[in-house]
């Protein structure tokens, strides 16, 4: 397989230019006032988006946005995939995708294995699916919170769609996340910072690095298993 390895909550050119040049697959912009890594800017949205010129796919975050939101997002980020991080239900799915045009990545939040019934939901009608950990009921934001949750509850799993896996992931414990779920995709946010919403650049980079020998080694392990 190859995986794909999105970087998210990025907001600084130095920052952007590491994910890039470390091959990632997909930046992140986060637009959630809440998150310290919300980009308040429109025109810090335009510049980063420009400065990605079609190195990586552009990924806009947000939970729960209203229209006004997205429009502006869309105008000034360009993105070219939506990830829906709140309660958004499957019609707003729907609408959104119809509205603007653009593929979308829905979170679920998971804790338990009944939580992967809201697949069922999605599935029909995201283009992607991204399991993070659940976020404790007091918390401000549901994700970006650096929590892990029991990578066996994806163990085997087929949503009939792409997914991703976030939550709690660093470079440090990547491989076995994938070896475990053997998902096509991982994300990233605060595991490659040095304080909330602060990116680290060699931890971008070692994020990468990571992802990718874990990627290669389980092709290897496949490819010997069906020698």
Known sequence: MTVLVKICGLKTPNALDAALDAGADLVGFVFFEPSPRHLASGETARELGLRVKGRAGKVAL????????????????KP???????????????????????PVMKAIPVETKSDLGAIATYARVADRLLFDARAPGDATRPGGLGKPFDW?????LDPGIPFMLSGGLDAGNVAEALTITRAPGVDVSSGIERAPGEKDLEKIRAFVRAAR???????SMKVASNA
């Open 80 to 102: 070219d995939m939506l990830q829906l991080h709140g309660k958004e239900t499957l019609q707003r799915v729907l609408t959104l995708k119809r509205k603007f045009g653009l």
């Open 62 to 77: 947000t939970v729960d946005a209203d229209d006004a939101t997205f429009e502006h997002i869309v105008e000034n980020l």
């Open 152 to 156: 066996t509850l994806l163990k085997d």
């Open 213 to 219: 020998q874990a990627d290669a080694r389980i092709g």
